[in-house]
């Protein structure tokens, strides 16, 4: 299954959805005539589960390097691209040379970001194998890494060449990884589309069961949302932004929670907050708060968490670090209704202490 990515202010590019790995080399292959050399960027864990898978499709045609990060968010780090640009510099890899960024979110992120730098641009690839970055952390051209306590606060934009996604991996990739990606999949349809929220809720155990079917239909049309948006607003100029529904908050409790939650786990709990807020402002019903709520519980992703009061400040400290922030106030991403959401300016501290609450689950309560 072929989706394009087509832009008039950047390069284009299409997405396919496959069943196994059999089909990229001859995707890959004609795309850089003139490459001599690929380098698979990838984790300590990913690699040795499908460098086999890989390898072999493209030895006859290039030499193929490889360079593995420890796995976690600890390597989406500047020193850990930094690395990336030597290794790729001491192997002589040429600008007609071509990236292939094999893992999750974070391998994605660092491997775009180092294509990026690399003599000032280089071809990449991408292989997603969690579900978050087929969702979403491939797809776009945001690339980025963490620094000093902040979530991707140094990056680039620069869109891949090719994202290859083989949905056999998902076989093996562990419940709580899957489900966090789904967090991103359950946001895509409470920004801009109703009709796949409920299809969500009605496919519950189907996608709970990982029917490949369902499975591929269900990211079909989670990329979809996400395309027609990226390709309006690629440089997040406008409703680009509307994609970071959950992700304000959330960003700032996992900096703060520092790697106990996974990206997609602070992402439900970003999105339980916005839509608190969002009845709060009185922009959706009480009753529809409590459904978006209430709908992540039956993808095992949180809705609260146990935070020290004393700490609130520390995360609206976090939070007030955002990107999308201007002039000193908060900006969020809020819903209008279940499948339609909107940038909120001057958010008040309250409103925002008044989340924190909700989210907050102490032994007492």
Same mark, same amino acid.
């Given at each position: 299954m072929e989706i394009p990515v087509v832009s008039k202010r950047t390069d284009s590019y299409s997405i396919f959805i496959e069943h196994d790995f059999s089909g990229f080399k001859e995707l890959f292959v004609p795309l850089f005539p003139e490459a001599k050399k690929v380098c698979i960027i990838s984790d300590e864990t990913v690699y040795p589960l499908y460098r086999e898978s890989v390898e072999p499709l493209l030895k006859d045609s &290039?030499?193929?390097?490889?360079f593995t990060v420890p796995s976690g968010e600890a390597s989406k780090d500047i020193n850990v691209v930094l690395s990336i640009e030597k290794y790729l510099k001491d192997h002589n890899f040429s600008r007609s040379d071509v990236l292939i960024g094999l893992g999750g979110g974070v391998v994605t992120d660092i491997t775009?970001?180092?294509?990026?730098?690399?003599?000032?641009g280089v071809a990449h690839v991408f292989i997603p194998t969690t579900l978050l970055a087929m969702a979403?952390?491939?797809?776009?051209?945001?690339?980025?890494?963490?620094?000093?306590?902040?979530? @991707?606060?140094?990056?680039?934009?620069?869109?891949?060449?090719?994202?290859y996604m083989p949905l056999n991996v998902l076989e093996s990739l562990p419940e709580r990884e899957f489900y966090a990606g789904f967090a991103e999949i359950m946001k895509a349809g409470l920004l801009a589309?109703?009709?796949?929220?409920?299809?969500? #809720?009605?496919?519950?155990?189907?996608?709970? +069961?990982?029917?490949?079917?369902?499975?591929?239909?269900?990211?079909?049309?989670?990329?979809?949302?996400?395309?027609?948006? #990226?390709?309006?607003?690629?440089?997040?100029?406008?409703?680009?932004?509307?994609? @970071?529904?959950?992700?304000?908050?959330g960003h700032a409790l996992?900096?703060?929670?520092?790697?106990? &939650?996974?990206?997609?786990?602070?992402?439900?709990?970003?999105?339980?907050a916005a839509a608190f807020?969002?009845?709060?402002? @009185?922009?959706?019903?009480? +009753?529809?708060? &409590? +459904?978006?709520?209430?709908?992540? #519980?039956?993808?095992?992703l949180p809705i609260s968490i146990q935070i020290d009061k004393s700490d609130y400040e520390d995360i609206y400290s976090r939070l007030g670090k955002d990107k999308k922030n201007t002039s000193g106030s908060?900006?969020?991403v809020l819903l209008k209704k279940i499948g339609k959401a909107e940038v909120v300016k001057d958010i008040s501290k309250d409103l925002i202490m008044a989340s924190l609450d909700e989210l907050n689950f102490t032994d007492e309560d």
């Open positions: &290039y030499e193929v390097l490889s775009g970001f180092a294509a990026s730098l690399y003599h000032r979403d952390a491939s797809i776009g051209g945001k690339n980025g890494v963490d620094f000093d306590g902040l979530k @991707n606060i140094i990056g680039s934009f620069k869109m891949p060449s090719l994202i589309d109703s009709k796949f929220y409920m299809w969500l #809720v009605d496919n519950m155990y189907e996608i709970c +069961e990982k029917d490949k079917d369902t499975l591929a239909t269900m990211l079909e049309t989670a990329i979809n949302i996400k395309k027609v948006i #990226v390709e309006n607003d690629p440089f997040e100029k406008g409703d680009r932004a509307l994609l @970071n529904l959950g992700h304000s908050i996992e900096s703060y929670f520092a790697g106990s &939650y996974l990206h997609g786990e602070t992402v439900a709990l970003g999105c339980v807020i969002s009845w709060k402002l @009185n922009k959706i019903s009480m +009753e529809d708060y &409590y +459904e978006v709520r209430d709908m992540f #519980v039956p993808f095992n908060i900006n969020l």
